[in-house]
């Protein structure tokens, strides 16, 4: 599956499957999409449009209407459409988490205790029943129940409870003036006010109404906490620029959790949260450069201790996500046992009864900033990127934790002497029979044109360890690359597997200069 991170506004959710999960009433499934076989070709539609509509409410009276073919079903809103007899509803599990993530860097957020007593504060089944209409899971895991053994169950609690939250302070060396109704840290400066952000109530409701509830418990307790709402990609300049305060978004994991290793290491190119430990550092460098799995795995569930004690971010819960679609579509390819729609629903997707040709309509929750692959962080940006760009090996809709080979026909991964150390030689070898959309075929040139271009321009899509120790590629033929790398990770096969470019437009650095450098260069707008 593609290795790309996103924070996401409108997402599928996930849910243990021991969870018990609401009964949904909708129109029946239709048989060509319950018999659907997924195939690795296409696509089938002419045309994939991509509506923007910011507005949640807009979007569902779109989609009730016809305009649209499908959209994400708030659980709040599943009556609305439950018996309308043009929509079916799938249901079904991801990767992604929702949290409440945490500028560390920025007063009084960098005091662990103000991040702890804030993290006693939200009342997860509340929120999953009130929200979300118990479609929901809560977990205080940094790792996602959904990742097996990757996921550490007994990480540190912080449960529901304005009481604990107030000695969680205290115990820090805060003090609280009752009579003032103030806070003061333990330097004896008075807490100012500090913020939750959120997109606004019309783009998305339930962020908003969590941020409010979670606000009310801390104003009960004394605590200046506000909600800041914020349009979303503002927010999103200020998640990358680093002067974001706090935010309630989600997370949307790749199949494999390497993400860890970036989002929570000093340093790290997706730490927006700024935290920095030592010992956290140990574990994730443990962690990401065994052979082993079951000790990556081990390393990982200390990395989640650390995490859960310092809450650079707090997760929140992982939900079940709705989707609903038109009667008159099939072709939706499930990742199994769980991951949601797989790439190939964009290929395989069509009308019935009309196998070939047409157009799909969809929804994008905002404008996206910007389409160039090596700075896009939103999931909107990322949907229509990924109608673009293709990566190496995919993940198989099957079995969800296997590869399936794209852009490279198969692989192989070999340890190698580099002066006296142990490293890593892993050779790709390419399909064929691709071109690029002007018709020029895509070649090994490209692939290594895209993890030079990744490793001199440390971009935070795609830029990861095995990048900074790569240190020589071998072209061998137009359509097989060996990649060289001076120590060993079992993660570094998942490392590389990052959506290619094509050498002929990237590296035009003429072109490039012109539209303001690599970081600027939007590509659709050329």
Request: charged share 20%; hydrophobic share 40%; glycine share 6%.
């Amino acid at each position: 599956m593609r290795k790309i991170y996103s924070i996401l506004i409108i997402l599928v959710l996930l849910a243990p499957s021991l969870l018990l999960i609401p009964k949904i009433d909708a129109a029946p499934v239709p048989t060509e999409q319950e018999n659907w076989q997924w195939e690795p070709y296409g696509p089938r539609v002419d045309e994939y449009l991509y509506l923007i509509i910011t507005d949640y409410d807009a979007e569902l009276m779109a989609f009730k209407a016809g305009d649209i073919d499908t959209a994400y079903i708030q659980a709040t809103r599943l009556e609305e459409v439950k018996d309308d007899p043009n929509i079916y509803i799938l249901s079904y599990q991801t990767f992604n988490l929702q949290f409440l993530g945490i500028n560390c860097k920025q007063y009084p957020w960098n005091y662990t205790a103000i991040r702890q007593a804030v993290a006693h504060l939200i009342d997860r089944e509340w929120i999953i029943r009130e929200v979300f209409q118990g479609f929901g899971y809560p977990t205080e895991s940094p790792i996602p129940p959904a990742f097996g053994a990757w996921s550490n169950p007994n990480v540190p609690s912080y449960p529901y409870s304005k009481e604990l939250a107030k000695q969680k302070l205290l115990d820090a060396g805060f003090t609280y003036d009752e009579q003032a109704n103030k806070w003061y840290d333990p330097n004896g400066n008075e807490l100012p006010t500090f913020y939750i952000q959120v997109p606004p109530a019309e783009q998305a409701p339930w962020l908003f109404q969590e941020a409010q509830h979670i606000v009310k418990d801390a104003k009960d307790i004394g605590l200046p906490l506000e909600v800041e709402a914020i349009e979303f990609q503002a927010l999103v300049s200020q998640i990358f620029a680093g002067t974001f305060k706090s935010f309630i978004l989600y997370l949307g994991w790749s199949r494999v959790p390497t993400l860890a290793y970036e989002l929570f290491r000093t340093g790290g190119s997706w730490n927006f949260w700024g935290i920095s430990d030592p010992e956290l550092d140990e574990y994730l460098e443990k962690f990401y450069y065994t052979t082993n799995i079951t000790e990556a795995q081990y390393w990982l569930w200390k990395a989640q201790e650390k995490v859960a004690e310092l809450l650079p971010y707090i997760p929140i819960y992982m939900g079940r996500g709705n989707v609903g679609f038109r009667t008159d579509i099939a072709g939706v390819v499930l990742n199994k046992p769980v991951g949601g729609q797989n790439y190939l629903t964009l290929l395989d997707i069509h009308r019935i009864p009309q196998p070939l040709g047409g157009r799909f309509r969809e929804a994008l929750g905002s404008d996206p900033r910007i389409l160039n692959p090596f700075v896009a962080l939103t999931g909107d940006e990322w949907q229509v990127l990924d109608m673009v760009y293709e990566t190496l090996f995919i993940a198989n809709p099957d079995e969800v934790s296997a590869d399936y080979p794209w852009l490279a026909e198969k692989w192989t991964m070999e340890e190698i002497d580099v002066d006296g150390s142990k490293g890593m030689r892993i050779t790709f070898y390419l399909v064929r029979n691709a071109t690029w959309h002007d018709g020029v075929p895509f070649t090994a040139y490209d692939v290594n044109f895209t993890f030079w271009f990744i490793k001199e321009n440390k971009p935070r899509q795609g830029y990861a360890k095995a990048f900074e120790s790569m240190y020589k590629t071998e072209v061998i033929d137009d359509y097989t690359i060996a990649v060289y790398i001076n120590s060993t990770s079992w993660a570094y096969l998942y490392d590389l597997n990052v959506p290619i470019v094509p050498k002929h437009i990237w590296g035009n650095t003429t072109l490039l200069e012109e539209h303001g450098g690599w970081e600027s260069w939007d590509p659709s707008k050329v």
